[in-house]
């Protein structure tokens, strides 16, 4: 668990930098050495990293060249188009699903990695990246690449739009004994191979989520509306030529 937590921190790292603008599209990545020195990890690691990278279409590898990060404008217009309820309902969907399926199929092995990302998460060491791997570790067990593959697309828009970015930070920062307890059942209901109950854990998650995204945005248009009142206050109201006139 541990050096694959790893791993994906890296990945996230150089996704970020990516998105950022500091490795351009086209342009190539420093060598492995530079890499490893950079994130201050082995070189394997970085190896690891660039795989996924690969993988998930960020970068080219060319034999003899270097790893080259590829062109994602047109996937990228796209993506901001989606909004994080969008995206959270159609996680809810495609996961609620890949949980019933996993359920039948999860090994001894996956639950017990599993059981690790819960440990991390609990102990809040790497959260964001613990609990990626804890829905991709579900996602691999159901032995459909296709499910696999669909999972770490829908969080690589989780991570990539800014929007969604900022509106999952506001309801997930403040909720991590939601979170855990959550995650549990999920697993419980892995661990006990019960389709249904693993199907219906997912779906309680992601509603929570998805009424919490609700009542963050209904908090920011109240306080937008307080904004604009106190505006008008101060423009139209009467306390200050009163007190101008009484003296």
Same mark, same amino acid.
């Given at each position: 668990?541990?050096?694959?937590?790893?791993?994906?921190?890296?990945?996230?790292?150089?996704?970020?930098?990516?998105?950022?603008?500091?490795? !351009? =599209?086209? &342009?190539?990545?420093?060598?492995?050495? %530079?890499? =490893? %020195?950079?994130?201050?990890?082995?070189?394997?690691?970085?190896? %690891?990293?660039?795989? =996924?990278?690969?993988?998930?279409?960020?970068?080219? @590898?060319?034999?003899? !060249?270097? @790893? +080259?990060? @590829?062109?994602?404008?047109?996937? &990228?217009?796209?993506?901001?188009?989606?909004?994080?309820?969008?995206?959270?309902?159609?996680?809810?969907?495609?996961?609620?699903?890949?949980?019933?399926?996993?359920?039948?199929?999860?090994?001894?092995?996956?639950?017990?990695?599993?059981?690790?990302? $819960? #440990?991390?998460?609990?102990?809040?060491?790497?959260?964001?990246?613990?609990?990626?791997?804890?829905?991709?570790?579900? !996602?691999?067990?159901?032995?459909?690449?296709?499910?696999?593959?669909?999972?770490?697309?829908?969080?690589?828009?989780? $991570?990539?739009?800014?929007?969604? @970015?900022?509106?999952?930070?506001?309801?997930?920062?403040?909720?991590? %004994?939601?979170?855990?307890?959550? *995650?549990?059942? #999920? +697993?419980?209901?892995?661990?006990? *191979?019960?389709?249904?109950?693993?199907?219906?854990?997912?779906?309680?998650?992601?509603?929570? $989520?998805?009424?919490?995204?609700?009542?963050?945005?209904?908090?920011?248009?109240?306080?937008? #509306?307080?904004?604009?009142?106190?505006?008008?206050?101060?423009?139209?109201? $009467?306390?200050?030529?009163?007190?101008?006139?009484? *003296?």
């Amino acid at each position: 668990m541990g050096n694959r937590r790893l791993f994906w921190r890296i990945v996230d790292k150089i996704e970020s930098l990516i998105n950022q603008g500091e490795f !351009s =599209a086209g &342009s190539r990545l420093p060598p492995e050495r %530079e890499l =490893a %020195e950079m994130f201050d990890v082995s070189r394997p690691t970085i190896r %690891e990293a660039i795989i =996924a990278l690969e993988v998930r279409g960020r970068v080219e @590898v060319k034999t003899g !060249s270097g @790893v +080259y990060v @590829v062109e994602q404008k047109n996937a &990228s217009i796209k993506s901001k188009e989606i909004s994080a309820f969008e995206l959270t309902q159609a996680r809810a969907l495609i996961e609620g699903e890949i949980a019933a399926l996993a359920a039948q199929s999860i090994t001894e092995e996956e639950l017990e990695q599993l059981n690790k990302t $819960l #440990i991390a998460m609990e102990k809040g060491l790497y959260v964001e990246q613990a609990d990626r791997e804890f829905h991709e570790i579900i !996602s691999r067990a159901t032995r459909n690449k296709a499910l696999e593959f669909a999972v770490s697309n829908l969080w690589d828009l989780r $991570l990539t739009n800014p929007q969604i @970015v900022a509106d999952y930070s506001s309801v997930c920062k403040n909720n991590n %004994e939601c979170v855990m307890d959550e *995650h549990t059942a #999920i +697993y419980t209901a892995l661990k006990s *191979h019960d389709a249904n109950a693993a199907r219906s854990a997912m779906h309680k998650h992601f509603n929570r $989520l998805i009424n919490a995204l609700f009542d963050a945005v209904e908090s920011r248009a109240l306080e937008e #509306i307080k904004r604009k009142n106190n505006e008008k206050r101060g423009l139209y109201s $009467l306390d200050g030529l009163v007190n101008k006139s009484a *003296h």
